[in-house]
């Protein structure tokens, strides 16, 4: 190739990188109209809804006072939805070992747990812990009650996420741990659980999040908890909508929050296994 042959190619080159450069800066152009014209609508359905609620004489000076006491129950609500889900985790993990098992015993008992559990109210779970249980001598407080009832109930639905995890990963491995000499409790623990645990974690966090939102119903326990201060502050001065205003914003930013650090965890996560894949071609 001569040097006008060269020369004529890195032209080139430079061309098609500079397009793809225009191009590239074009797409952050229009990403940020997008964002920025989504902020505007967002700016203006709180403008209107300002409108709205002012319509209806809601007291905002007393939103501001009793908005610190309200805040308060913030830390009671991340407390429980935190130990709900570990607890959660741990019976989901037993019970998608109970539906892998080929033991009778074991699959029947997490067949039977998933099912009931499936299959009656959130609300009637946490009263038989928390009202029905001291009639058979076992009595439990509040919060502790509410958790336990919490995590039973998302341990039932989040077996089948950690059942996927576990059978997503490939025969080949399993194989290979098998014909190392492992143990099935050794294989688990080396092979197939670290793999399927992280696989298992973005929706964990989608579990949470909701669970964030469902922690509301152990107010019926009488738990000083973020659902149950505003109602009482509510009750007491007839001005149940501003309460529940505070409350319902409470509980968007907390979810916000969490939804925040959810994504940057699933696209770390995804860059690990982007990287372990690399590595095992």
């Known amino acids: 190739m001569t040097t006008t042959d060269d020369a004529q190619a890195k032209a080139a080159d430079l061309g098609v990188t500079e397009t793809k450069l225009k191009h590239i800066e074009e797409a952050r152009k229009a990403k940020k109209r997008f964002v920025m014209w989504v902020a505007l609508v967002w700016v203006g359905i709180f403008a209107l809804l300002l409108l709205v609620f002012n319509q209806f004489n809601l007291?905002?000076?007393?939103?501001?006072?009793?908005?610190?006491?309200?805040?308060?129950?913030?830390?009671?609500?991340?407390?429980?939805s935190?130990?709900?889900?570990?607890?959660?985790?741990?019976?989901?993990?037993?019970g998608a070992l109970g539906r892998l098992s080929k033991n009778?015993?074991?699959?029947?008992?997490?067949t039977f747990y998933i099912s009931v559990i499936r299959g009656t109210p959130l609300i009637v779970q946490i009263f038989v812990i928390y009202l029905g249980l001291p009639q058979m001598g076992i009595v439990i407080s509040a919060v502790p009650a509410g958790i336990i009832a919490l995590g039973v109930n998302y341990g039932a639905y989040m077996t089948e996420i950690f059942r996927a995890g576990i059978q997503s990963i490939g025969r080949g491995q399993i194989e290979a741990a098998h014909s190392l000499g492992m143990t099935y409790a050794q294989m688990m623990k080396r092979v197939v659980l670290p793999q399927a645990l992280r696989l298992t974690i973005p929706p964990t966090g989608n579990e949470f999040i909701a669970m964030l939102k469902d922690s509301s119903l152990v107010n019926f326990l009488g738990v000083w908890e973020l659902f149950f201060r505003a109602i009482k502050v509510g009750r007491q001065n007839f001005r149940n909508m501003e309460t529940l205003i505070i409350a319902g914003l409470f509980y968007w930013l907390v979810t916000i929050i969490f939804q925040y650090f959810q994504s940057r965890l699933e696209k770390r996560m995804a860059k690990g296994t982007q990287k372990a894949s690399g590595m095992g071609h």
């Open 104 to 110: 009778p015993i074991f699959y029947g008992a997490a």
């Open 82 to 94: 935190i130990f709900s889900i570990a607890f959660a985790c741990l019976l989901a993990l037993f």
């Open 59 to 80: 007291d905002f000076k007393f939103m501001l006072k009793y908005l610190p006491f309200i805040m308060k129950g913030v830390g009671t609500t991340i407390y429980i």
